[in-house]
C-alpha cells in the first residue's frame, strides 16, 4: 500500500519561506512523476509543481521564480521549497503520485493515482 505523508505547513508572514516535505512508503519514487497540489477554501485543487523521473520540474505561473521541488530518491521524500510567501498562497499543500512511471509534464489531478492527507500553509498579510 503506497502511503504519501506531508509534513512542514504552518502560519507564517507574508515574505517568508517554508519547505514541505512528502515522505513515500510502498512505492520506490524514482521512476514515478511527483506533484504539489493546493487547495484554498471554495476552490478546485489546483496544479502547483511537477517534477518528473529524470528531475525535469514545472510550475505553475503563479510560483515560477518563488518555488523549488526537488527529490531525495534515498529517502523517498519530495520537497517543496517556498519563499516569498504570499497571502495567495495560503491553501491545503497536497503531494500526489503519478498513476504511471516515466511521464513527462502532467498537471490534471486525474493523473495522480496516491495522494497525501495535505498540510496546511497559512501566509498572513
Do not use: H
Request: charged share 25%; proline share 2%.
Amino acid at each position: 500500500q503506497v502511503q504519501l505523508v506531508e509534513s512542514g505547513g504552518g502560519l507564517v508572514q507574508a515574505g517568508a519561506s517554508l519547505r514541505l516535505s512528502c515522505a513515500a512508503s510502498g512505492r520506490a519514487l524514482s521512476r514515478y512523476g511527483m506533484g504539489w497540489f493546493r487547495q484554498a477554501p471554495g476552490r478546485e485543487r489546483e496544479f502547483v509543481a511537477r517534477i518528473t523521473w529524470s528531475d525535469d520540474t514545472y510550475y505553475t505561473d503563479s510560483v515560477k521564480g518563488r518555488f523549488t521541488i526537488s527529490r531525495d530518491n534515498a529517502k523517498n521524500t519530495v520537497y517543496l521549497k517556498m519563499n516569498s510567501l504570499k497571502p495567495e498562497d495560503t491553501a491545503v499543500y497536497y503531494c500526489a503520485s503519478d498513476r504511471a512511471p516515466f511521464r513527462s509534464k502532467v498537471v490534471r489531478t486525474s493523473e495522480y493515482e496516491y495522494w497525501g492527507q495535505g498540510t496546511q500553509v497559512t501566509v498572513s498579510s
